[in-house]
């Protein structure tokens, strides 16, 4: 266990909690006191540290994400959209007309773009309550655009580090990191896009 704590930068008794909770697999009794541990174990954990520092996911949560990764018998799009579910916020829909707009909105608009997003994924939910707000704050809601860029990024760009043929610790910590890091990279690059471009507007001249 010092070799493995050692190599992943994890202390022990943070690897025991894991070994505890059932979030890292036993290593192989090699003794009494002592068992082995491979690469799969430096996986694990470095799947761990993505979904607690990175995901900011509770223990419950990962708890759901390992047992997907570690039942065979799932697909490894099942678990992916295990991974994907467990990252996005808890939305309850809103009584009213105004969610009911919004929803067909947002249906109409991944039918016509063609995606395969299952009816009950919680971004088809994240993404109505927003554009039910942008509709009662009076805002064009046109997100083709938006949804244009989102794909030419996910095709050319973040799904292009996913390893699906290799093993599903390492494609499920790179969907986590994909999925959270160059979220936050991309909305940093608009914000500072935007402030570029109203001041190209506000003062052309210099």
Do not use: C, N
């Not at 990962?62 to 939305?91: C, F, M, N």
């Not at 994924?121 to 046109?142: C, F, N, S, Y």
């Not at 986590?176 to 506000?202: I, N, Q, W």
């Amino acid at each position: 266990m010092s070799e493995l704590s050692a190599t992943s930068g994890v202390a022990i008794p943070t690897i025991k909690y894991y070994l505890r909770e059932g979030l890292l697999h036993q290593g192989a009794q090699l003794a009494a006191t002592r068992a082995g541990y491979d690469e799969s174990h430096l996986r694990r954990l470095r799947l761990i540290r993505a979904l607690i520092e990175v995901g900011r996911l509770p223990v419950a949560s990962i708890k759901q994400v390992i047992a997907a990764v570690a039942d065979e018998s799932l697909p490894t799009r099942d678990v992916l959209g295990i991974v994907q579910y467990a990252l996005s916020p808890a939305v309850e829909p809103e009584p009213g007309e105004d969610w009911q707009a919004a929803r067909a909105q947002v249906d109409r608009l991944i039918d016509d773009l063609g995606w395969d997003v299952r009816t009950d994924a919680p971004t088809r939910a994240e993404l109505t309550q927003t554009v039910a707000r942008m509709r009662r704050l009076g805002m064009d809601v046109g997100l083709e655009p938006y949804a244009e860029a989102a794909q030419k990024l996910a095709a050319e760009v973040e799904m292009e580090t996913v390893a699906f043929d290799g093993p599903r610790d390492a494609a499920v910590e790179a969907l986590v990191l994909g999925t959270v890091l160059y979220g936050k990279a991309f909305d940093a690059l608009r914000r500072m896009a935007h402030e570029s471009e109203s001041a190209r507007r506000l003062h052309p001249e210099s």
